[in-house]
């Protein structure tokens, strides 16, 4: 069994910033891949990041320059720091991750979500 625990969302100002977290928690073999999705109401649930094992990095256009991932593998746990929030980055944050596991297959899992609200 394999949980993702999300934490800190929240309201902001624009302008503003927030980190979120996601820790991979139960038993498996390693944590490959992880991201970040967001979905806004009446949206289709997009990417916003993607780190790899080895730290490379991907973001969606609209967060280039604001938004940064990282993690840390001992922890098995990824981050988000976003910065120069704005009201159109509203919406519920996912993270994903692909986890190898001891039945020596990859599986992806998904977060409960976190609410990012941007509003003065």
């Known amino acids: 069994q394999v949980q993702l625990v999300e934490s800190g969302g929240g309201l902001v100002q624009p302008g503003g910033s927030l980190r979120l977290s996601c820790a991979a928690s139960g038993r498996f073999f390693s944590v490959n891949d992880m991201g970040w999705y967001r979905q806004a109401p009446g949206k289709q649930r997009e990417l916003v990041a993607s780190?790899?094992?080895?730290?490379?990095?991907n973001y969606a256009d609209s967060v280039k320059g604001r938004f940064t991932s990282s993690r840390d593998n001992a922890k098995n746990t990824v981050y988000l720091q976003m910065n120069s929030l704005k009201p159109e980055d509203t919406a519920i944050y996912y993270c994903n991750a692909r986890v190898y596991t001891f039945l020596r297959r990859e599986y992806g899992y998904w977060g409960q979500g976190t609410q990012v609200t941007v509003s003065s």
């Open positions: 780190i790899t094992t080895g730290n490379i990095t």
